[in-house]
């Protein structure tokens, strides 16, 4: 079995896992005990100390024979608390601020990405119609003159521009029914 510390730091520079679970068997109950002092649930506490055990192996090859194992796994745990702790308040003081934030303001980037969407969508199913639908279209709801304005304007009759209307809306309308409510 493994002696002192030298030869300890020896072995695990050379991936050992003797040494590594003689490490691990050694010093667990002591990090976790470390990292309940931060007042940490021990769930969270088991699941830091088995992060720092993880970077010790991954980073055995820079362990110095003079230097304590225990040093290192005390600095890794210690470090490994503070994120969790930092990352914790951070996240606290975010869902603090969403809760106090009016509900018209929470999605106003998704609200407005979505209108975008759809503004964009509407443009393209308006210029799919045929020409001449589009154009009668395009003076009753952007210019906004009635049927027999617009039958008088291109010389048509007012049935037809009523039959023409009808078909824009019913393309319009296929082409964005998942935008309808």
């Known amino acids: 079995m493994v002696k002192n510390e030298q030869f300890v730091n020896q072995e695990l520079r050379k991936n050992s ?3 590594y679970r003689f490490i691990f068997r050694k010093y667990y109950m002591d990090m976790l005990c470390y990292s309940l002092s931060f007042a940490i ?17 991954e980073n055995r090859s820079t362990i110095q024979d003079d230097k304590p194992i225990k040093s290192y796994l005390t600095a890794i745990v210690k470090n490994n608390c503070l994120d969790f702790i930092r990352h914790t308040k951070i996240i606290q003081e975010y869902e603090e601020e969403v809760k106090s934030t009016p509900p018209d303001f929470k999605n106003v980037t998704y609200d407005q990405l979505t209108d ?14 045929p020409e001449r639908c589009r154009q009668i ?23 037809t521009v009523e039959n023409q209307m009808t078909i824009a809306l019913d393309k319009l309308k296929s082409k964005l029914i998942h935008y309808l409510s």
């Open 41 to 57: 649930s021990m769930d969270d506490a088991k699941d830091l100390v088995q992060s720092a055990f993880v970077k010790l192996w």
């Open 17 to 19: 896992s003797e040494a």
């Open 137 to 159: 279209f395009e003076l009753n709801r952007f210019v906004g003159l009635k049927n027999n304005e617009i039958a008088k304007k291109l010389e048509i009759s007012p049935k």
């Open 116 to 129: 975008k969407e759809l503004e964009g969508k509407v443009v393209e199913a308006i210029s799919s119609l």
